[in-house]
């Protein structure tokens, strides 16, 4: 096998290789090593203060190791950016704005750009990419569109696009022109992907759907208020073990006892059943998964971590280990890895009592061990994550970077401070609006964290320098998780069980906005909680596109009014069984009948009959009877397109969607029906018309209408009173 030649770097002829990376304008931590640019492995963004949601590996830019060229124009490239007031890019004209690039954004950069050259390299391409023509970069931006998004095309031509503005001062590149004569990249992404449709300002972030989305969040402030309480508690109580297992008996000096004590003082410590044996948990250097640790038995019992009461070479000894061994096989045992105690369950006597599907209730846990334990606080913590970024709308990167003492009020409001990353490299420190169960979640994560400053960390403190800090998690990964256990214990812990469905954190904050975005001026208040106010020139565009309606949101909504509609009428239909007329209008008499066939359904069912007190189960019925229901201030409307008077006024293609509401006619319309609830308005209205008519400065033509209004309304006042609905 030839073996490959070492990498020789291509030095720079523009930047010395002992320049730092970042320039004047990024705020560095103290005691972290700044990137030289003669550093051609990887340049590491630790030093400019790496936020928590992202792991030391993955916060590196990384170059070409197989080819020295494009590593030289990769950080050349990436160098201007970091350093933009630079006397080499001045001296080449080379103007941008004074304010660095954030790190993510040059790493981004970087990684398309990479993408773009080696695609060069096997097309056969010239290696100066200012010599390709532009029919060469739209075939890249092509072939690329057959695999990712439009979103993912555009940030590869922005890359193109930062490399032709900064060519003057990238070894290799000849200046070159604009394969897209300033196209926008949307519009190219959009058209690489055969989506030639205008921008309307649809985000690519879908919504998580309803069906999975209430579940979650259900589950998630089940953990968080429920079940927090019981697993920290038994989170102490294993560390008070583990505490005790590190001291075990109180140390005393050597003391020679005799065989017989020595045997005394084992038999007594076996006759105790609640002394467990401490057993290995895997197979190590002295003995197997499963056998018995000498040494650490023997500091349990005597203080003193010697294993040679209990050694092999002695007759006395290997009597001790037979007694042991055999207590050992009975099950008495506790697997031990790093003073832990693993298998040894606990009762959970004070376990949270949960409700299940058949009415009952019972504890979510009646046992649990150390293993266990640490998958419900990997749990608790995905739990906190979840609700959090599911309620304050807050980014990935804001909620892992919440720390203690965070939540405050602002402007009267309980809210949560954190820092704001996105668009910021100053980071400033923003506050978010939150409810008092989100406070509640930021409490327990609190109580969970080992760290000094970060709510959301490892598990576990790091050990040595590795992983500096432990902070942040891996998102994805602890929601995955979450949802994977709820759905493996949904039965056992009286949990809804999450259907399948991709969900990350991004996706937590657009789902958040369609449905916040249903209320009144919700457009001004999702600016200011997706901290889009401060770009007020593009918040419009940019809220609207996080609230605007999913398909499957729409559906849930429209069942949710549907379920509104039915329970207003269980009051109808309470007062229907007992034979009340409960409606007057063209359409009564449909009302009446629907509204019987559901009493008689009940009647003839016994498992309904049984439910006759169960709203539920009665509004369930009339949500299926009454399909079409739209409730109103002055009628009720069955909607039956056919029968529908207002359908008269659209044009023929259009009829048969909905009502409309502007030309209901309800004295007329067949659809339509009042009942008690809307009789004051039809009274009040006939009060005012009989004063109307008698102004004697109303001309003729005026009065007449007013009368023939007033007989309208007359045949529904005097029905309801005929009907004894106005009672």
Known sequence: MTPQPAFQPVASARFRDDEPVFGPGYRLVEGIRVPLFGDVEHWSGDCTGRPANQAPTRYRIHFAPEDPLITLQLKETAFAQFNPTHRILRQAAIYRSAEPVAFPTVKMCSQKL???????????????????????????????ATTVSDTTVANHLGAVRTLRELAGVITGVTPFDDPWDGRSAAEIGRQAVLNAAADDGTLATPAIPPQTWWPLIRAAWTYVHTFAPDILRWKDHFERLAADLGKGAEPCRKITRTTEEVDAQIASWLADPDNHIPVRAVDDGVGKAGSVIWSTLARIIWGVSNGDRFTSKAASGRARRRL???????????VMAGNRYWSLPIACTDAAQTLREDGSTRPWRTHITQTQLDVELRMLRAACYVFV?????????????????????????????????????????SCWWIIEPVAEAIAVAEQLSWHPTHLFASLKPPRGKKNRGGRGITASDDIDYFVERVNT????????????????????????????????????????????????????CTTQAYAQMDTRWAKEFDQQLEHAAALRLVDLLKARRTGEKVAVGPGAERLHAGLDQVISAMDDNLVLRAQIADER?????????????????????????????????????????????????????RNSVITRAHAPIWIAEEDDLKARAKDPNLSPPGRETVLIRLTDVQRITRALQHEGVTA
């Open 324 to 334: 042991v061994e055999e207590a050992a096989g009975q099950g008495r045992t506790m």
């Open 114 to 144: 990479r993408v773009i050259l080696r695609w060069g390299r096997k097309q056969g391409l010239p290696a100066d990419p200012g010599r390709w023509a532009a029919a060469d970069w739209q075939s890249f931006m092509d072939e690329l």
């Open 617 to 669: 189960a009665e509004a369930a019925l009339l949500a299926d009877q009454f399909p079409n229901l739209h409730l109103g201030t002055i009628n009720h409307c069955m909607f039956d397109a056919p029968q529908a008077e207002c359908q008269n006024e659209l044009p023929a293609d259009q009829r048969g969607r909905a009502p409309l509401i502007g030309a209901c006619q309800p004295d007329r319309c």
């Open 489 to 540: 214990n949904a039965d056992a812990y009286g949990l809804e069980p999450i259907p399948d469905a991709h969900v990350r954190s991004h996706m937590f904050r657009r789902t958040m906005s369609v449905i916040t975005g249903r209320e009144p001026d919700s457009e001004v208040a999702l600016g200011l909680q997706l901290k889009h106010a401060a770009r007020r020139a593009m918040a419009n």
């Open 389 to 429: 970024t599911a309620m304050s709308l807050m980014r990935d990167s804001e909620v892992q970077e919440i720390q203690r003492e965070a939540v405050t009020t602002y402007y009267g409001s309980p809210a949560i401070k954190s820092q704001k990353i996105k668009h910021d490299p100053k980071r400033p420190e």
